[in-house]
């Protein structure tokens, strides 16, 4: 089922949904299957799963030379979201991203979800590769989400890019992509990014999954703004609870967001990391209550890998 059918269906119920990784190469489905099973007394209506592109390790070789060699951490995107679909009977959102892939590729695997009966895609730019600094697309690949979106969307009308197809069957994919309050790092400035937002919503995204934020007045302004230049869709907010002290720094260098002043100053007085997990799931719940108050259609997880502080959160909540 789509996601859009998910959030019509709940009528205003704010749901419970989460993103999780897969697991790291050589690591067996059951420890991902062990991590989630708690989190399915909170009936997540759809689960995401994060795309992973390949980076470059450095390995040394015999002699101290190194050697450069490319490698995915973390595969098996499409094979999660089949599983989790089997397991538990609860629908998917695979992330496609631009980065590492060619139209063709692009197509082939999009055939592949389809043949699996997945309905849902959050599609993106991805990130470009660690240490490359910025994001490069392939050859005969796409630069921006809008354009790979557009090609899920034209394989949603039938339209393969061999044109010599005859009969074709069409796609049914509902379409989510990623929308910034603190601005995606690479735009100019706030209004361009919405700009470019609202054209992948033009262009046909049904839903938009915001990145992490700690403060829900960023969100607001950023829902206000979505609305004044014409965007109606639905806006998911992502949430994460802060788990370590290193987070403090770590996720605004990642992700390109502000910790406010009064969660960091509670994260810098605690004595260990669990005392900033009681922080950072507090935080977390007052953050969901008001998210939920004013009517948010999920509530949606960023797990990362650690299902503890998610399952706790929900347990006040859900
Ligand atoms: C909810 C969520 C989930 C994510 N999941 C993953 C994942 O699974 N795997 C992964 O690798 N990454 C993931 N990311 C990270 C994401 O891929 C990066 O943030 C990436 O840098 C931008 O992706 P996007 O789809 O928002 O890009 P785009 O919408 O393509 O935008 C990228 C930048 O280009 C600008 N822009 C857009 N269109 C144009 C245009 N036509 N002309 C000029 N400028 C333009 C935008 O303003 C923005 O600054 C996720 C992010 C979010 C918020």
Redesign the pocket.
């Known amino acids: 089922m789509k996601v859009i059918d998910h959030i019509r269906n709940a009528k205003g119920k704010t749901l419970f949904t989460i ?1 999780i990784l897969p697991p790291l190469k050589g690591e067996n489905i059951r420890s991902l299957f062990d991590n989630m099973d708690p989190l399915m007394e909170f009936k997540p209506p759809f689960i ?1 799963v ?4 390949e980076e470059y390790v450095y390995k040394k070789k015999e002699g101290g030379l190194l050697e450069k060699r490319s490698t995915r951490k973390r595969p098996g995107t499409v094979g999660i979201c089949a599983a989790i679909q089997n397991h538990y009977k609860i629908d998917t959102v695979p ?1 496609i ?3 590492g892939f060619n139209r063709e590729e692009t197509e082939n695997a999009l055939i592949d979800l389809h043949f699996l009966g997945i309905d849902n895609v ?7 590769i660690k240490n490359e600094g910025r ?1 490069v697309p392939e050859p005969d690949g796409h ?4 354009e790979l979106l557009q090609q899920v969307v034209d394989m949603n009308q039938g339209k393969y890019l061999d044109e010599d197809l005859q009969n074709t069957t069409p796609t049914n994919f509902c379409i989510g ?4 309050p603190e601005k ?4 100019p400035n706030l209004k ?2 919405l ?3 609202k ?2 919503v033009d262009l046909g995204a049904e839903y938009i ?3 992490m934020f700690f403060n829900n007045k960023v969100f607001f302004d950023f829902v206000d703004k979505c609305r004044e230049i014409g965007i109606t869709v639905p806006i998911i907010p ?1 949430i994460k609870p802060i788990t370590t002290k290193s987070q403090v720094s770590i996720l605004p260098t990642t992700f390109h967001i502000d910790i406010p002043e009064e969660l960091a100053d509670e994260v810098e007085k605690c004595r260990d990391n669990a005392a900033v997990k009681e922080v950072g799931i507090e935080w977390c719940v007052q953050q969901s209550r008001e998210l939920m108050t004013r009517g948010v259609p999920t509530l949606h997880y960023y797990s990362m890998g650690k299902s503890d502080p998610i399952y706790r959160i929900a347990r006040q909540l859900f």
């Open positions: 993103e995401d994060t795309y992973h592109r992330h991203i631009c980065g959050l599609v993106l730019q991805g990130d470009g994001f630069k921006y989400a809008s992509v990623a929308g910034y995606h790092f690479a735009a361009t990014d700009k470019y937002l054209m992948k999954v915001t990145q992502g």
